[in-house]
């Protein structure tokens, strides 16, 4: 009877037992699941960081393929035009050696046969020919003298460039402010900039690029300027439609200043009675200046000539009527003097002109652009716009 009273007592406890060992196992089989789960999700929210870091350096490769990419276009420019340098500086050197070839020292041994002195003298006739053709050979007169001076106005920085279009019948004045802008003022008249409220009636144009020094200038509609940051790109913006009409490299140029005294200007673009032209200096020539006639329709070199004029202590020039006048100073500034010239035809000697002083200021200039209509003189000196009146006479 004992014993079935304890049975009856022990199974309700051994099942007691038995049902907690269960829910025991259960329970650890739940948390283990748990865990597992857990280990996945931080397994997980790795791999995702993992993918964000592979994002990140993603885009900062990106970014350097195209920085790199952008300056392999910047090398490849500068590569093209040391090519097209290369190429001038070939031709030309080839015409020498062609001319030292065919005229030998009269002090060798060997004959000079006479028919390649004809023939050259021949080519060299030839070519002053097609020069003449080119640049219109009744452009026929020659700075005499500096007249006076009228300063129009103060106004901007030390350095910038004002100018009409010579190409145009209308009156219009543009200025542009500073070696580095992108911003040209246009003015109805030159009566309405010297107003003291001027820059409030100015019709403003904003260029896609930037220009660099001073040595722009209007020309039939266009402004040729030279874009900032760049070697020796000229840019061709027509100013009424407010776009990029055409653009050329300048080969050689851009590597020096074309000016000792003005260095932000490494090209000088100029206008005369013969159209658009280009002043720069290069290493090679010892700092001489170098003159190029350009064709401003179809933006291509036409002739380049190698000056005699050093660019040491030079602070400006200009073109007028085939001629290449450049303007001295001293560092400190002083009175400005035109002591080198060069005629493209031969056609004016450098002891033909006196060393030519600019009238009643001391001072130094920016820039200085002759205008071929007006016959005068457009220069920024120290921030001042001024026009220079000048005396000239016919080339002997």
Known sequence: ???????????????????????????????NYIDRRLLSLERLEKCNQDILDYVEEFR???????????????????????????????????????????????????????????????????????????????????????????????????????MKDSGKKHAKIYLLNGSVNNVILEFANIMTFMESNHTLKAHRTTLPFPWEGTGHVVYQGFLFYHRYGSLNEIIKFNIQKRKIADQMQLPGAGRIPAYQLSPSTKIDLAVDEQGLWAIHAEPETGGNIVITKINHITMSVEHTWDTSCNSKDAEAAFMACNTLYVVYNFPSGGTSRIQCVYDVLDAVSPYEIPVLHFPKRQGSHSTIHYNPKEKQLFAWGDGSQIIYKLHTKKKV
């Open 1 to 31: 009877m004992v014993v079935l009273q304890l049975r009856f007592l022990l199974v309700p406890f051994v099942t007691s037992i038995l049902g907690a060992a269960q829910y025991m196992t259960q329970d650890a089989a739940l948390m």
């Open 60 to 162: 900062d490769f990106s970014k350097m393929i195209l920085s790199r990419l952008a300056g392999l276009n910047s090398y490849k420019t500068e590569v093209k035009s040391e090519v097209q340098n290369l190429l001038t500086r070939i031709e030309r050197a080839q015409r020498d050696i062609d001319y030292i070839g065919s005229v030998r020292d009269s002090n060798t041994c060997i004959e000079v046969h006479e028919d390649l002195v004809k023939q050259q003298l021949f080519e060299e006739a030839e070519e002053k020919k097609k020069l003449k053709l080119m640049l219109n050979a009744s452009c026929d007169h020659m700075l005499a003298g500096i007249k006076s001076l009228k300063v129009v106005k103060k106004t901007g920085d030390k350095h910038g460039s004002w």
